[in-house]
């Protein structure tokens, strides 16, 4: 009769000298299969005298558990190196390009145009729209703008007919918003106008503004600037500085121009800013107190208010270094898909 | 508008600041500076002392070259210096300039002592154009009287100037002036400004001016004023150097004393002038009066311009001898001969000179501040200031009692200013005091009252500060925009509107599709409803036209997006990107029975090549009608509006390909717009021979269509039952009414219904005749569903599509 260590034994050494699957099976039934020396001494035991068969029975199944735990552990690791080996044949080129999921871009306009809305939709402004064809009453009398200002002549506004032209600035705007509602007014207003310009690095027959205008009571300079302020350094970088310098348009009274520091050189000059330090992005002012008074229920005694607009081209082509503004509307695709997500 | 530094300090009784200050300051206070020039001589250490006058001693031919002449100067150092020169307007006797070795010259040339064919030359004898004074390089500069050998030129003609360029907003006619500018200068920076030298001249003789001329105005409205002077024994000459530098470093050409001193006081206080040769003048008058139909002048520039009735002339008996405020007449002009000459300083409305100088294409310098507004009590000013320098530089006599014809003037506007409102509307912290000193500064004769200040406008502001308001912003430039706080401007509810959203949910679905967005001019030429082939009738062929169009590519707005994406399409393809999927969102213009046309946002796309992204996995799919549905469908899946994509008869909308365009449409209502291929003979006229897919929606109509929003419904937790047919169906019956027929019969329990598979065999089928195969899904909220309980639905869609389309059941 074997003893149990030698059975363990042999069984061991079997399981263990299997290479592959298909070994250990047969090591597995040679150990502890039907007819193997094991399963034999376990079916012997009935022929031993009781006060033997108990322990010698412990003994042997104690044996076939760690045989079988044994196998189970082998056979684990056996499938997985062949499994390993399997797709390691299936190994691919992992620096072959994926597969494309279409994904378009949008217009670096639209996407610089949305930012600015979101900024000042984030300040409680609405996004009011006006007609791109436009009374010459909105586009200029009710700005404020003299009967023989240059900006009204053929030369510089394109005309449908004496009284209709296409809009010069989204300014029109303004007065629309107004004569729709009430004050308080904050609303901005993006989108195309047209001059009678002749295409060159700077100056395009169409292109897009952003007009802005909150009127309010007491409303002054200093909210122009507060907001102004905000909106630049969302737009060009948390750290950007900006200063009024005094100008002239007929709708606002006092007139501003707004510089930002420049975002290239911080400062202290380069080319993007001329050497000055500072660029100029937009015009803006207090609301004059003639256009109020092209409105029901504007009193510019109760009532005050500030606006600003804005070439959102010009602004793009600072961000982005855009030396010329027909590629906005050539739509070479290659331009266009320079700036998938440009806005970040 | 160049302003000279070193000429403002003529006005300015204290030093200037720093040239960097200076130009930070004024652009903070709305006088923005373009930039600064430094005109004449390089900067360089001791360069005034290197130009110097020279007597010539001798001049003779060069030896070795006949152009040349040899020179011995005497520049005060004992000994001549012998210097080669290529003029002969000069010689023996004559006092010249003379830039001696070391100095750097305009051109960045240094002068040294050098031989020139043989010959040393020491030096160099300079011309006004080398000194920057004048444009004339022909000759060299004779100095005349007076100057000891030696002495440093800059001791009495600047060698170089500080120019600023100056932006100058329409509304501030009186920067064009050098004593606007240091006006400015004295309100910024405290700078003293100098009492204006208002004196006249002594006049000579006892025929008083009226003897020699008569003046008159006809016209008020254009020409509120008009003062003469006479001057007899004019001496017609270049003017001294002073002079011309200035000039030169304004950036006006000098042409003789008397035409320079009109230009240089122009510069200097703000009002145009103008003199005319008495002996040119025909009776002896001059009036300012409306041109006569059929006019003509020939003016200075010796342009003949008809004239009309809108148009102002300053005529003498016979006819115009000027254009008020715009340029002089070539027949009274000034010439070397002239000797009895009237001196002009009148006064012209804005509108006027606007409107002649734009209709005759013709802006000058004195049109130029004119048409900003210059007010007439600055006439008789700039008329004295002239007139003095007429009598000294030019010998003139000026006669007794000279001509000044007015129309009443207002008075200068007084108006108030509440220390209250400053405050409401700048946030500036300006006190009572500071105020006034600004306003004082400014000419603007304050007066202080209980928080308030009575001002009145000083003349040469009288069109641009007219109110309160502009009297705040006066106060608010000067004093500093940059001491404004900030405060944050928090708005009323703010959001964008369901049409707004939509917009970008399109756009969005576009990208999440692949396509690239376009952002094409509004503007067509005038062909394209041609190009397209759209009938007589079609509205959208009556596009509305620009009445003064830049280009004729530019002469229409569009009334649909189409044509420029194919535009913007076609300049791709040359580009050599020939798989391409272009949209846009824009506004088309259509006439409507209002003033202003009808205005709609408007989605296109155009598909062409192969789509979806290409790549060494997968070609591609190559563009067609169902792949520009597809974009479609997600579109409208996007947005959650329901629309139908319907057979179009074959007439309609001849672009598109006849077989495959489809009205975008909801039940009972003009079509939305169109999906298809383009028609291969429009296409061709866009330059392609290959599918091209279009798709162009109205998405106002779109919006009007947003219904709810959805509720939930409840979830069935069954599993499906899926069955599916094959149907052979005569082509008149569209899919459409094939699905819709199957769900008309299927009941509650049909959840869906698709087609999932489209083929034909005209010899398995029949012609004309195509199988459809439909994929049934059954399902109930409370039970799973067998095939038995199912069958009878089956049997009764089949059964119904067999009567209703005809569909015949394939084994």
Redesign the interface.
């Known amino acids: 009769m074997e003893d149990a260590a030698s059975l363990e034994r042999q069984g061991r050494e079997l399981l263990e000298r299997a290479t592959t699957a298909a070994e250990l099976e047969d090591a597995r039934v040679e150990a502890l299969g039907r007819s193997s020396a094991l399963t034999l001494a376990l079916r012997e035991l009935g022929a031993l005298p009781a006060e033997l068969r108990g322990a010698r029975g412990q003994e042997l199944n104690r044996v076939r558990g760690e045989l079988e735990r044994l196998h189970s552990g082998l056979r684990e690791r056996l499938e997985a190196s062949e499994l390993d080996v399997e797709l390691r044949q299936a190994a691919v080129d992992v620096t072959?390009?994926g597969?494309?999921?279409?994904?378009?871009?949008?217009?670096l306009?639209?996407q610089v145009q949305?930012e600015i809305?979101d900024v000042?939709?984030?300040?409680?402004?609405?996004?009011a729209e006006g007609?791109?064809?436009?009374?010459e009453y909105y586009n200029f009398t009710a700005l404020n703008t003299p009967?023989?200002?240059?900006s009204r002549?053929?030369?510089d506004t394109?005309?449908?007919?004496s009284?209709?032209c296409?809009r010069t600035q989204t300014s029109p705007v303004q007065v629309r918003t107004m004569e729709a509602q009430p004050p308080?007014?904050?609303v901005i207003c993006p989108g195309?106008v047209?001059r009678?310009?002749?295409l060159d690095p700077t100056h395009s027959?169409?292109f897009q503004q952003v007009e802005g205008l909150?009127v309010?009571r007491?409303?002054?300079?200093?909210?122009?600037?507060?907001?102004l302020?905000?909106f630049a350094r969302a737009l060009f970088g948390p750290d950007r500085e900006i200063?009024?310098?005094?100008?002239?348009f007929p709708f606002t009274?006092?007139?501003?121009?707004l510089d930002v520091s420049c975002f290239l050189c911080g400062g202290r000059g380069c080319r993007v800013c001329k050497g000055e330090g500072w660029i100029e992005i937009l015009g803006a002012g207090?609301v004059?107190?003639n256009v109020f008074g092209f409105v029901e229920g504007y009193d510019p005694e109760v009532v005050?208010g500030?606006a600003f607009g804005m070439g959102i081209e010009r602004v793009a082509m600072l961000k982005y270094g855009i030396p010329h503004v027909k590629s906005?509307?050539?739509?070479?695709?290659?331009f266009?898909?320079q700036f998938r997500g440009a806005v970040r | 508008m160049k302003v000279p530094v070193q000429w403002l300090a003529d006005h300015l009784g204290g030093p200037l600041p720093p040239l960097d200050e200076l130009v930070a300051r004024l652009?903070?206070?709305?006088d923005?500076v373009e930039g600064v020039e430094r005109r004449g001589l390089p900067a360089a250490d001791g360069v005034e002392e290197l130009i110097v006058a020279g007597h010539v001693l001798e001049a003779g031919k060069h030896p070795n070259a006949d152009r040349l002449q040899l020179t011995q100067v005497d520049v005060g150092e004992g000994a001549p210096r012998q210097i080669v020169c290529g003029a002969w307007n000069f010689g023996a006797g004559d006092t010249v300039a003379v830039a001696l070795p070391g100095t750097a010259l305009l051109d960045g040339r240094k002068i040294g002592r050098s031989k020139l064919r043989g010959e040393t030359s020491d030096g160099m004898i300079l011309s006004e154009r080398e000194l920057d004074i004048s444009q004339d390089g022909e000759g060299i500069m004779v100095l005349g009287e007076g100057w000891a050998p030696g002495e440093p030129l800059a001791g009495r003609v600047p060698l170089f100037h500080d120019v600023i360029e100056l932006e100058v907003?329409?509304?501030?006619a009186d920067l064009l002036s050098m004593r606007g500018v240091a006006r400015e200068l004295h309100a910024i920076f405290g700078i003293e400004l100098t009492p204006l030298d208002d004196s006249e001249p002594p006049a000579h003789g006892d025929r008083l001016t009226t003897n020699w001329l008569a003046v008159g105005i006809d016209d008020e409205d254009l020409c509120p004023r008009f003062t003469a002077r006479v001057f007899q024994g004019v001496t017609i000459a270049p003017s001294p150097l002073w002079l011309k530098a200035r000039l030169q470093s304004a950036g006006i050409r000098p042409i003789s004393n008397l035409v320079d001193i009109t230009n240089y006081v122009m510069h200097d206080l703000g009002s145009p002038l103008h003199a005319y040769d008495l002996e040119k003048i025909r009776g002896a008058s001059l009036t300012a009066r409306r041109a006569r139909a059929g006019e003509t002048i020939r003016t200075l520039d010796e342009q003949v311009r008809e004239l009309d009735s809108s148009m102002l002339v300053i005529a003498d008996a016979e006819g115009p001898q000027a254009l008020g405020g715009i340029m002089g007449g070539a027949e009274s002009e000034i010439s070397d001969s002239s000797s009895m000459i009237v001196l002009e300083a009148a006064n012209f409305t804005?509108?006027q000179v606007?409107?002649t100088s734009?209709k005759l294409g013709l802006r000058t310098e004195g049109s130029n501040r004119w048409?900003k507004g210059v007010h007439p009590t600055i006439a008789p000013i700039a008329s004295r200031a002239a007139a003095r320098l007429v009598v000294e530089l030019c010998g003139g006599r000026m006669t007794p009692r000279s001509l000044d014809v007015s129309a009443e003037l207002a008075p200068r506007l007084q108006l108030r200013v509440r220390m209250e409102r400053v405050a409401?509307?700048?946030?500036?912290d300006v006190s009572l005091a500071r105020a006034v000193e600004i306003l004082d500064r400014l000419g603007f004769d304050p007066r202080a009252g209980q928080g308030t200040i009575d001002v009145r406008v000083p003349a040469p502001r009288f069109l641009d500060v007219t109110?309160e308001?502009?009297v705040?912003?006066e106060i608010?430039?000067i004093y500093g925009?940059?001491h404004?706080?900030?405060?944050?401007?928090?708005?009323?509810?703010?959001?964008?509107?369901a049409a707004?959203r939509v917009r970008?949910t399109i756009?969005d679905a576009?990208?999440?599709?692949?396509?690239?967005?376009?952002?094409?001019?509004?503007?067509v030429p005038a062909d394209t409803p041609a190009k397209l082939g759209l009938a007589a009738d079609d509205p959208r062929g009556d596009m509305?036209?620009?009445?003064?169009?830049?280009s004729q590519d530019?002469s229409h707005?569009r009334t649909l997006l189409l044509p420029s994406l194919l535009e913007?399409l076609a300049?791709?393809a040359a580009?050599g990107?020939d798989d391409?999927?272009?949209?846009e969102i824009?506004?088309t213009?259509h006439r409507s029975d209002e003033?202003?046309?009808r205005?709609p946002w408007t989605f296109a796309l155009v598909m062409r090549g192969r789509?979806?992204?290409?790549?060494?996995?997968?070609a591609g799919e190559p563009a067609s009608f169902f792949l520009g549905k597809g974009v479609l469908e997600s579109i409208l899946g996007a947005v959650g509006v329901t629309c139908r994509v319907e057979a179009m008869d074959g007439d309609v909308d001849p672009f598109l390909h006849p077989g495959r365009k489809g009205f975008i449409q909801v039940p009972g209502e003009p079509a939305l717009g169109f999906v298809g291929e383009l028609h291969p003979l429009t296409a061709r006229r866009y330059g392609f021979d290959d599918p091209i897919v279009c798709v162009e929606l109205d998405i106002d109509r779109l919006c009007e269509r947003l219904g709810e929003a959805p509720t939930a419904l409840p979830l069935s937790e069954f599993p499906p039952l899926r069955q599916d047919i094959a149907l052979v169906v005569a082509d008149e019956h569209p899919a459409s009414a094939v699905l819709a027929a199957a769900r008309t019969a299927g009941g509650e329990l049909l959840s869906d219904v698709q087609v999932f598979d489209v083929w034909r065999d005209a010899a398995a089928l029949g012609p004309d005749r195509r199988s459809l195969a439909l994929r049934l899904t059954f399902q109930a909220q409370e039970r799973t569903l067998s095939d038995e309980e199912v069958r009878p639905h089956r049997e009764a869609i089949v059964a119904h599509l067999r009567a209703a389309v005809g569909a015949e059941l394939r084994g």
């Open positions: 072959l390009p597969d494309p999921v279409p994904r378009g871009t949008a217009h306009l639209t949305r809305e000042f939709v984030g300040l409680g402004f609405r996004i007609p791109e064809v436009e009374l009967a023989d200002h240059p002549a053929e030369s394109l005309w449908i007919n009284e209709v296409l308080p007014v904050y195309r047209y009678r310009d002749t027959p169409m909150a309010d007491g409303l002054s300079l200093a909210h122009l600037k507060g907001t302020e905000h200063r009024l310098r005094s100008h002239y009274e006092p007139s501003v121009e207090m004059d107190p005050s500030w906005f509307f050539d739509n070479d695709v290659r266009l898909e | 652009s903070l206070a709305g923005k907003t329409s509304n501030r804005r509108t606007l409107h734009q048409e409401q509307m700048t946030a500036l109110r308001i502009d705040i912003e608010a430039r925009l940059e404004v706080p900030s405060l944050l401007s928090v708005g009323s509810g703010g959001g964008l509107t707004q970008r756009a576009c990208l999440g599709a692949g396509l690239t967005e376009a952002q094409t001019l509004s503007y509305l036209a620009v009445a003064n169009p830049l530019h707005l913007a300049r791709n580009w990107r391409l999927a272009l949209f824009a506004h213009y003033k202003l046309p205005e789509l979806g992204g290409a790549a060494w996995r997968r």
